[in-house]
């Protein structure tokens, strides 16, 4: 993890993330969904998103792991033969 994403609490992810949000489709509006300015916003967008989920997720792994001394998490692939 880098040392600008440490610095960054989630409030400021949040707000950047809703001006971001207003400014792709202030683009889409005047260029079009498929325009290059739109789409450079849309992946600006994209990488804050993903900052916010990486920060919520070793929030949450380290307020677990303080909790309840170190607990390992392990997800089992996914079975697409299971029958519902």
Known sequence: MNVVM???GA???CSEIRMKRMEMMELA???GMGHEYTLRQSERLDK???E???LQHHSSVEVRN???N???IVQEPF???VAL
Request: proline share 0%; no cysteine; aromatic share 8%.
């Open 66 to 68: 303080k909790r309840e």
């Open 6 to 8: 440490d610095s960054r």
């Open 52 to 54: 916010y989920l990486i």
């Open 11 to 13: 409030m400021e992810i």
């Open 70 to 72: 170190m607990v390992v």
């Open 29 to 31: 509006n005047a260029y």
């Open 79 to 81: 079975d697409d033969d």
């Open 48 to 50: 804050l998103i993903n």
